[in-house]
């Protein structure tokens, strides 16, 4: 009877592995796959596209509350050669490679043709954000935090935790990935600079 | 009876002291069968809340003003002897993650990743004793361990949206354990070392985007616990018992197509408190734990500061 019991126990077991299993594409971390299906993202957000209207215009708020929109860093007589928009949850991970991105990738390729920002996409308001950048080390520094105030470019641009992106001078977007340790991104940023 | 629960306990309170993680968590811990038990079955619930990080400098920082970050986890558990000196157990950690900031709110769910592992005893008796009168009573149990981290969790590898949705690191991992017990009534202290080995995997997609694949293999993980309990009898034989346990984990930093990622690797030290009672019988054990860690500079690196409270029941049914 006990037997059997364990065999039951043990075949419930198992039929819960199989039917979690199935679940929400786990089985891409069970088989992973090394195929380059980068031509199934086909989203307003991939590469080579240029940022639309709603993403240009979204409203972002600065650490002293001042609004500021990508328009307004791209559509100047001389604007950044390239932006670079980092999303932040102010977590350890984020603030690994928004270190990175300031001890390293500022460094090499300066200030003086790249602006970059640090995009907080989880703070409610600019006030919160200051607090968290302050905490974070970010206040001041070459690395500009700016609110997304109302999600529209964590939404339009597919942001996520780590998440860089690279727009060039024209406003399309030469790079939307994880940042991971940093070297397909600068690639991609030495590209747009011609380095 | 008593001394055959206690492997159990110690190896419970040194397991409880890892949690999961903001970044991928949800990891099931190991079970451990009484040296008489036959088989075994648990059910853990874990409530753990987030209180800032350590920076790769090991800087504590705060969490985001205005933001309540937790994640929970049920953990069914089941543990059978294989032989012998062999048994085996599976766990399999199902995860919710509810995360508010004060401009955001974020739940989501699924299973986490799940462990499978074999014990050796290297050991036919349990070697506890009330009083050491010979050389030969100071004879620790010795568990040699393997454990198999299975990525049934979902991962930054998955169809998912965004990083909210994150239950499992997406790894395979290969652990190797080395547990040393040894009890002289009604103190107790335990010993854990253990070696992990992240399986390298392909990676063709993060966040839901397809990118140029690469190959990604997570760091290799150490860890060291050391446990020290104290045993009471109660007047109606059962027993009550009382653990502290000190987690040191180190992850190395991971390699993409070979190159070290300098954003990556982690360290956390953190400290856990165990309370369990085991009737008479000794075929149930009802736990409590709180696992905390150690806030303030220097504690850890690159990685989450935590506190995890864990209610836990197993069932042994013996030979």
Redesign the interface.
């Known amino acids: 009877m006990?037997c059997s019991f364990?065999r039951c126990?043990?075949a419930s077991?198992l039929l819960?592995?199989l039917v979690?299993?199935g679940?929400?594409?786990?089985t891409?971390?069970?088989l992973?796959?090394?195929?380059?299906?980068?031509?199934?993202?086909t989203?307003a957000?991939?590469p080579g596209n240029p940022l639309d209207a709603a993403t240009r215009a979204a409203r972002l708020l600065d650490v002293d509350g001042n609004a500021l929109t990508l328009d307004d860093v791209l559509g100047v007589p001389r604007p950044p050669e390239a932006i670079v928009l980092y999303f932040t949850?102010?977590?350890?991970?984020c603030?690994?490679?928004s270190?990175?991105l300031h001890n390293?990738v500022v460094p090499t390729y300066g200030t003086a043709r790249v602006r970059y920002f640090l995009v907080?996409?989880?703070?409610?308001?600019w006030r919160?954000?200051r607090?968290?950048a302050q905490?974070?080390g970010y206040l001041g520094s070459d690395l500009e935090p700016v609110?997304d105030a109302d999600?529209t470019l964590?939404q339009r641009l597919?942001?996520?935790?780590?998440?860089v992106v690279v727009v060039d001078a024209q406003g399309v977007i030469r790079f939307?990935?994880?940042?991971?340790?940093?070297?397909?991104f600068e690639a991609a940023l030495a590209q747009v600079l011609g380095l | 009876m008593a001394r055959r629960i206690l492997a159990f306990l110690l190896a419970l309170a040194g397991g409880a002291a890892w949690g999961a993680s903001?970044?991928g968590g949800g990891g099931g811990g190991s079970l451990v069968l009484p040296k008489d038990g036959?088989?075994l079955?648990d059910l853990a619930a874990a409530a753990e809340t987030y209180h800032g990080?350590?920076?790769?400098d090991g800087r504590w920082?705060?969490?985001?003003?205005?933001?309540s970050l937790h994640q929970y986890r049920l953990s069914?558990g089941?543990a059978?002897r294989l032989a012998d000196r062999w048994q085996g157990y599976?766990v399999?950690p199902y995860v919710w993650n509810r995360n508010r900031?004060?401009?955001?709110t974020a739940d989501s769910q699924?299973?986490g990743d799940?462990a499978l592992g074999v014990w050796y005893e290297t050991f036919d008796e349990a070697t506890c004793v009330y009083r050491v009168r010979r050389w030969r009573d100071l004879k620790p149990s010795i568990y040699l361990g393997g454990a198999l981290t299975?990525?049934?969790?979902?991962?930054?590898?998955?169809?998912?949206?965004?990083?909210f949705a994150i239950t499992?690191r997406?790894?395979y991992r290969l652990d190797a354990v080395l547990d040393v017990e040894k009890t002289v009534y009604p103190w107790s202290v335990a010993v854990r070392l253990t070696y992990g080995r992240h399986l390298e995997?392909?990676?063709?997609?993060?966040?839901?985007?397809?990118?140029?694949?690469y190959?990604l293999r997570l760091g290799d993980r150490r860890s060291l616990s050391a446990s020290l309990g104290y045993i009471w009898s109660l007047p109606n034989l059962a027993q009550l018992t009382l653990t502290g346990a000190f987690v040191d984990l180190r992850e190395g930093q991971?390699r993409?197509d070979g190159?070290?990622?300098?954003?990556?690797g982690?360290r956390r030290r953190g400290t856990t408190l165990s309370l369990a009672y085991s009737p008479v019988k000794r075929d149930w054990v009802l736990r409590g734990s709180w696992a905390h860690a150690l806030r303030g500079d220097g504690w850890g690196a690159?990685?989450?500061t935590t506190d995890t409270i864990t209610l836990g029941v197993s069932h042994v049914?013996f030979l």
């Open positions: 006990s364990d126990i043990g077991l819960l592995v979690l299993g679940c929400g594409g786990m891409d971390d069970l992973p796959s090394g195929a380059d299906r980068r031509a199934q993202s989203g957000y991939m949850m102010w977590c350890p991970v603030l690994a490679h270190d990175h390293t907080d996409y989880v703070s409610g308001d919160a954000m607090q968290a905490a974070n609110l999600g964590f597919h942001g996520a935790m780590g998440n939307n990935a994880y940042y991971q340790d940093g070297r397909a | 903001c970044c036959r088989a079955f990080f350590w920076s790769q920082v705060p969490d985001p003003p205005g933001s069914p089941i059978r599976a399999l900031y004060s401009g955001r699924g299973p799940a299975v990525p049934t969790g979902i991962s930054p590898y998955d169809e998912v949206g965004d990083n499992g997406g790894f995997r392909p990676v063709n997609r993060q966040y839901g985007i397809y990118v140029e694949p190959r991971a993409v190159a070290l990622d300098p954003t990556t982690l690159n990685f989450p049914l």
